[in-house]
């Protein structure tokens, strides 16, 4: 998704830093069933940050012809 930081679970917060105070933050994971964005939510409302879900995954957007970036892969 353009724009986005990707930031595992595991990872969230040791790397708040990298997240902009005052600005709505969207977790979003590999589909509508996937637990780890409800997670990551929860841990950022704790800590103050207004945040919320994207209702479905990556796939689903990608599969809307929604925006997306990536890296180029060496053939």
Do not use: Q, T
Not at 30 to 49: D, K, M, N, T, Y
């Amino acid at each position: 998704i353009p724009g986005a930081l990707n930031i595992p679970l595991s990872e969230l917060s040791r790397r708040l830093g990298e997240l902009g105070r005052g600005r709505d933050i969207v977790a979003y994971c590999r589909g509508p069933w996937c637990v780890l964005s409800f997670e990551a939510i929860a841990a950022l409302r704790e800590r103050g940050f207004a945040a919320y879900r994207l209702e479905d995954g990556y796939p689903e957007w990608k599969a809307a012809s929604l925006p997306v970036e990536g890296s180029a892969v060496a053939l």
